[in-house]
C-alpha cells in the first residue's frame, strides 16, 4: 500500500476512534493505534466488495449517474428499492465513489444519453462516401436526387449536390 494510503487510513481511524463514545475502546486505541488502521482498512475492503455487487446486481444502469436520475427512472428505481436493504450503505457510498473506478468496477466515462449506433452509422457512412472519392469513383452529375443509369452504367444515386456515388463504389472494400 502507498505511503499516502496508509496516512489517509490512519487519519480515519484516529477520527473515528477517538471520538468513540465508548471510553474503553478510545484507551484501546490509544494503547495500539496500529491493529485499528488494519480494522478500517479491512472494513474499506469489504464496503468496496459489497458495493460492486450491489452495482452488478443493478447493472450497468446505475454506473456513473446519480441516485436522482435513477430514482427519476421507474425501473431504475424499483430495482434500487429492491435491493437497497441488502446494502443499505450504497446510497452514500454512490455519492462518493460512482465515478471513481478505483472503487467502482461499473463506472463508465460515457454519457448515458449518448446515442452510440447513430453515431457509429454516422461515421462509417462518412467512411463509404471518402472511400469513393478517394477511388475517383465520383462522377460529376447534377439535378434532383434520382435513382438511374450515369455515364458508368449500372444503377446509381444521383443528388442535388451534383455528384454521382456508383453503388459500387460504395461497397468496394467493404465486404
Known amino acids: 500500500m502507498s505511503a499516502s494510503k496508509d496516512s489517509y487510513y490512519q487519519q480515519i481511524t484516529q477520527h473515528v476512534f477517538t471520538n468513540d463514545r465508548d471510553p474503553v475502546v478510545r484507551q484501546a486505541y490509544s494503547v495500539d493505534h496500529l491493529s485499528f488502521v488494519k480494522t478500517i482498512e479491512g472494513r474499506f475492503a469489504k464496503l468496496k466488495t459489497k458495493y460492486n455487487t450491489f452495482n452488478k446486481e443493478l447493472g450497468y444502469s446505475g454506473a456513473g449517474i446519480t441516485i436522482e436520475q435513477m430514482l427519476e427512472d421507474p425501473n431504475k428505481r424499483n430495482l434500487l428499492e429492491q435491493l437497497k436493504p441488502t446494502f443499505p450503505w450504497w446510497e452514500d457510498l454512490h455519492g462518493w465513489w460512482k465515478d471513481n473506478p478505483a472503487f467502482n468496477q461499473t463506472f463508465s ?63 468496394k472494400g467493404c465486404s
Open 109 to 171: 466515462t460515457a454519457d448515458p444519453s449518448q446515442d452510440h449506433a447513430a453515431e457509429a452509422q454516422e461515421l462509417f457512412a462518412k467512411s463509404k462516401l471518402s472511400m469513393a472519392l478517394e477511388n475517383d469513383d465520383w462522377v460529376d452529375g447534377g439535378g434532383e436526387e434520382e435513382e438511374g443509369e450515369g455515364e458508368a452504367g449500372g444503377g446509381g444515386r444521383w443528388s442535388a449536390a451534383g455528384g454521382r456515388i456508383s453503388t459500387t463504389a460504395l461497397t
